[in-house]
């Protein structure tokens, strides 16, 4: 199967969005189809997707146009248009986006393709979102599948935008992060703890700072955000703290290895970039499979929609007080004093990342597509 993928995203970047899509083509890749990754020629990352994220070099990655450094708004349009006229060049059996714009245009074509969800339609702007629900476009029958990331987003949607069709699938995210490395009884009093991602106010970092400064006798780890974050951050100045600017993805995976837990602080309000939208809801961190896959502690704030992945004490430690930096620092303490507890969570945790790779996903996806 030849599958075109229809995206508005710079790659390589250092966005989550990027990465999703570029882990999605991989797989689709892996599971023995050909892809046709189509994006805009955004000024990306001078480095190729096979270095910067570890990727086959199989996935077909075409640029469209001259080098922008900026969209603007008439772009928001004419983009999504370019993107599908290209796609109409282009001999293919199926068309995967997750921008709503592309998706209203192969409508609008009567083009049959899978759209993707990630969050409430109303990120694409109001008057588009308006258009969907109106029209009961999600009922489209040029949308083959359309794929929700979460639960609780597919009844959001359902509720909200008159969806009904039964041709939808829960996909959450997934990792390509699987340690060969069982998890064994560690014998370690002092403890590697790391977080990996964006560093917006929303997730959490401010409580890591506390947390670092309340206990001293472990080593703290930030890798995330630019080199201009990085200077910011520096006034949090403490021995047992150290910030690292975003490293490749391809690089991920080692560092994780050298942690023995890992954070996920989230706070009521978790933004995207740009801080346009609030998807405390609906999300589906990779890290969070990443964290899973590399068979280490994770500790996370009590999120709901987290728990469609996450058990207390089984895969995970979830913080109810999450918003109380001694409750952190007290679980932390505990993981010394039942230490085949820890253990068997570090393996349950495992065993629940082999569930969600990219390969299964893409599976999933394209499963008895027609």
């Known amino acids: 199967m030849v599958v075109n993928y229809l995206a508005i995203t710079d790659i390589p970047s250092r966005y989550a969005n990027a990465l999703q899509i570029i882990q999605m083509s991989n797989a689709i890749v892996k ?31 075409i640029r469209l146009g001259k080098k922008k450094d900026k969209i603007t708004k008439i772009d928001n349009i ?36 899978i759209l993707e969800l990630h969050d409430d339609l109303k990120i694409s702007g109001n008057i588009l979102s308006k258009i969907f629900k109106i029209l009961r476009l999600l009922n489209s029958k040029y949308i083959l599948r359309l794929v ?19 041709n939808f699938k829960i996909l959450p995210d997934a990792t390509s992060i699987i340690t060969k490395k069982l998890p064994e009884k560690s014998n370690k009093t002092k403890f590697k703890i790391g977080y990996f991602g964006s560093i917006y106010k929303s997730r959490g970092i401010e409580l890591i700072f506390k947390l670092a400064k309340l206990d001293k006798k472990n080593q703290y780890y930030i890798y995330g955000g630019t080199k201009f974050d990085k200077k910011k951050l520096k006034k949090f100045k403490l021995k047992n703290l150290r910030i690292n600017s975003q490293i ?39 890290k969070m499979f990443d964290y899973l896959g590399s068979g280490k502690i994770l500790i996370t704030s009590n999120i709901k929609v987290l728990k469609e992945i996450l058990k207390n004490n089984y895969n995970s430690i979830i913080i109810k007080n999450y918003k109380s930096v ?28 082999k569930k969600y790779t990219w390969e299964n996903r893409a599976n999933q996806m394209l499963k008895n597509i027609q």
């Open 148 to 166: 929700f990331i979460t639960n609780n987003l597919k009844k959001f949607v359902s509720k909200n935008y008159n969806y009904n069709r039964k």
């Open 248 to 286: 490749p993805y391809k690089k991920v995976k080692k560092k994780i290895s050298q942690m023995d837990v890992l954070l996920m602080p989230y706070t009521e309000k978790v933004t995207t970039a740009g801080d346009v939208s609030n998807i405390i809801n609906f999300m589906s961190p990779m």
């Open 326 to 353: 001694n409750s952190w620092k007290k679980q932390i303490d505990q993981i010394n004093l039942n230490k085949y507890k820890y253990l068997n969570i570090r393996l349950n945790a495992l065993q629940t990342a």
């Open 31 to 61: 599971n023995g189809h050909k892809v046709n990754l189509i994006i805009p020629n955004f000024k990306s990352l001078n480095q190729s997707i096979k270095s910067y994220y570890d990727v086959s070099s199989k996935i077909n990655l």
């Open 78 to 113: 004419l983009l999504p248009l370019k993107l599908v006229l290209k796609n109409l060049l282009i001999k293919k059996d199926l068309i995967i986006t997750r921008n709503l714009v592309i998706s209203l245009i192969l409508i609008t074509f009567r083009i049959e393709h």
